[in-house]
């Protein structure tokens, strides 16, 4: 298991729900103050989460969720040839470890692409806790759904540039509903992460961003991109969030 | 990590080749060592693999040895007749390029190859095929016709054969040396050379289709005279290169302990050379060649020009250069790798070299990291010295901070070119006018000077 560095514990309000600033797409969203006290109490933030450091490994027992609060992680299973297959990323403000729900043992191994923090939270506990609060309990629905939704990305027939149009869509989207500049944005992930993750060759990935900026769709300098024409792409993405 | 202080950045990214011609590529580097070694050289590789859409490459292959030694020369170079001691430089280079190799994604391509001397031939055809395959084993190269791999000739042991011989290796451009035609100036440097062996190299690249032939010379060198050069600038107008480099020689015995070979009294006066140089570049220009700036001339149907009206000139180690943005690579003792804001380089001695290469290090000998000052400085210094212009909107697409805030704090610094002409200034662009062309080293310095002050360093 990777780092388990400082953690901030009950004490300190302001490391938690109420005044974290993704507090409103994350868990909390929806629910009223005395749930809130409850979530506050429940949660274990780790603030110090190096780049390249696990926060789960396939095969471990769920220790319960883990909440973004800030950076970006990966979630991959590595397949019986020994080669990598990417599953998502996460966002602040979306959830770690749902893959560990129904059998009780993490199916992805989940690493930080870049240094990011973490809420800890027990499942058990939190289950009983939205049993009686409805907002929790509709938002913990909305954020599984969220990542089925998301799967969708690299199943079905689609070409690349489909592809990636409809990943560069979702991430945007995604950042958007966390108050972040849907138009331009850093990406923590690398291409190859990116390829494989939708099923497309490395080279065809920078190939595609290439076109894509020849087009005058994107603009893409390093790992930083800037939406240009959102129709266009909103276009090419539509055939795969049709589906 | 301890910041680059004052002005040293321009001056740094002359001796990396950033920004400024750097043929005096000496010891001086050693001052601008951040610590940066083979841990962050890794890191950067990485770094510019995962990019959405890889820089290019470039690779950059120093073959430091001569068979002679010309007084005026100001490079890292050894001057041996030890064949021992090259076979195991080109053991360690070939070393060197397998283990560098593997830090590079196999899709990214290689459409630059730089063979630098010393007298890169003097190792022989063989031992250049060597290197070559060890290239191509190591490096995806580009099919693109825009591939562009290079050497430096020596006119005196060069022939017509070598020219069609190094073709079929891949070659395409060279540059050939020639300081100065006049017996009296080759004998005080030790450089004889005749003419008939240069036009006859010439014309064998022509015939072997060579996509971009250079003459370099020099200005200011011992016992030359304002009628000896506008002799050897005529000729070389004649001969008609795709480019003619015309440079100053800088005098700096202490430094480079060949040139104290040459007697102080046998340089002409700053005055003659300022007048030389006037005389040159007018020349030049009624031959019909366009000046890029600092001294590099090229004809409107030659790679370099092309790149220009494309907006894709950059400042390489020996000058301008075709494919902006590229990520240098570079191999052999005093080699310089830049990648982005990161800039590395080898051991300049050819003993810690390959030591470096022995013991797993890959000859990173130091490095350094831009800071955000100096990015911002030599990316406007880098758009001047190419296009002429730097643009708002080129600028933007880089950084946070608005243009017109940046050029407010450049004020002080660049007032003087303003008034005088040299530079043009309005809210979607700095503009570099003919005059300001001709004395590009005072608008460099300008923006070297602007690293020193705290405004413009603490814009954010």
């Known amino acids: 298991m990777g780092t388990k560095s400082p953690v901030l514990r009950g004490q300190d309000v302001d490391a938690k729900c109420s005044g974290c600033q993704v507090g409103h797409f994350c868990l909390a969203a929806g629910s009223d103050s005395e749930t809130l006290e409850q979530l506050d109490e429940l949660l274990v933030v780790d603030e110090c989460i190096e ?189 795969v969030t049709d589906h | 990590m301890e910041q680059l202080k004052d002005g040293s950045l321009l001056r740094l990214g002359r001796q990396f080749g950033v920004s400024s011609p750097p043929l005096g590529v000496s010891g001086e580097f050693e001052h601008f060592d951040l610590g940066l070694r083979v841990g962050a050289f890794r890191n950067a590789m990485r770094e510019a693999n995962e990019q959405l859409i890889p820089a290019r490459l470039g690779l950059t292959v120093q073959l430091p040895f001569c068979s002679s030694l010309c007084y005026h020369c100001a490079r890292m170079k050894k001057v041996t007749r030890n064949a021992r001691l090259m076979s195991t430089y080109v053991d360690a280079l070939c070393r060197e390029m397998r283990e560098k190799s593997e830090l590079v994604d196999q899709d990214r391509l290689v459409d630059q190859v730089w063979f630098v001397g010393g007298s890169p031939l003097y190792l022989g055809n063989a031992v250049l095929g060597r290197v070559m395959a060890q290239i191509a084993e190591s490096f995806s190269i580009s099919g693109s016709t825009r591939r562009y791999f290079f050497i430096e000739l020596d006119a005196r042991t060069a022939t017509p054969q070598h020219v069609a011989q190094l073709s079929m290796l891949g070659i395409n451009a060279l540059r050939l040396w020639v300081p100065a035609m006049s017996p009296s100036v080759q004998k005080t440097i030790n450089r004889q050379q005749s003419t008939e062996a240069l036009s006859s190299l010439v014309m064998a690249s022509r015939r072997t289709s060579y996509r971009d032939v250079t003459l370099a010379t020099r200005i200011g060198l011992p016992m030359q005279s304002l009628e000896s050069l506008v002799v050897d600038v005529d000729w070389f107008g004649d001969l008609g290169p795709d480019n003619l480099i015309v440079e100053r020689y800088q005098h700096r015995p202490g430094l480079n302990a060949a040139q104290r070979l040459i007697p102080r009294n046998l340089l002409p006066e700053v005055e003659r050379v300022d007048e030389m140089e006037q005389v040159a570049y007018e020349r030049l220009e009624l031959a019909g060649y366009h000046h890029l700036g600092l ?166």
């Open chain 2, 295 to 460: 001294g590099h001339f090229t004809r409107d149907d030659s790679v370099l020009y092309k790149a220009r009206q494309e907006g894709n000139l950059q400042r390489g180690l020996l000058g301008y250069m075709a494919g902006a943005g590229a990520h240098m690579l570079g191999f052999g003792a005093g080699a310089v790798s830049r990648l982005e804001d990161r800039l590395f380089r080898a051991p300049n001695d050819l003993e810690s070299y390959m030591r470096s290469v022995d013991d797993g290090d890959l000859a990173i000998g130091s490095g350094v990291a831009l800071d955000r000052a100096q990015l911002r400085a030599s990316f406007v210094v880098e758009r001047i010295l190419c296009d002429g212009i730097c643009r708002e909107a080129d600028w933007s697409a880089c950084f946070d901070i608005s243009f017109d805030r940046y050029v407010e704090a450049l004020m002080p610094y660049i007032d003087r070119l303003i008034l005088d002409g040299k530079l043009k200034s309005d809210a979607r662009s700095l503009t570099l006018t003919a005059s300001g062309r001709k004395s590009l080293d005072e608008v460099v310095d300008c923006f070297e000077r602007s690293l020193s002050d705290d405004t413009v360093l603490s814009l954010h």
């Open chain 1, 51 to 239: 780049s390249g450091a696990h926060v789960a490994r396939r095969g471990d027992a769920f220790r319960g969720v883990l909440a973004v609060r800030r950076g970006c992680f990966k979630s991959y299973r590595i397949d019986r040839e020994g080669r990598e297959q990417v599953r998502r990323f996460h966002f602040p403000g979306e959830l770690i470890g749902l893959d560990a729900v129904s059998r009780g043992i993490y199916q992805d191994s989940t690493v930080a692409l870049q240094d990011s923090a973490t809420c800890a939270i027990d499942y058990q506990q939190l289950l009983n806790l939205s049993q009686c609060a409805k907002g929790l309990q509709q938002q913990l629905f909305r954020l599984f759904s969220g990542q089925l939704a998301e799967a969708q990305l690299h199943a079905g027939e689609f070409t690349a540039e489909e592809r990636i149009a409809a990943f560069v869509c979702n991430i945007s989207e995604r950042l958007a509903a966390r108050g972040h500049d849907a138009e331009q944005f850093e990406l923590a992930m690398s291409r190859n992460d990116i390829g494989n993750h939708l099923g497309l060759a490395t080279e065809t990935v920078s190939r595609v961003f290439s076109r894509l900026r020849s087009a005058g769709v994107l603009n893409v300098r390093r790992k930083h991109i800037t939406i240009l024409d959102r129709l266009a792409l909103f276009q090419l993405a539509e055939a």
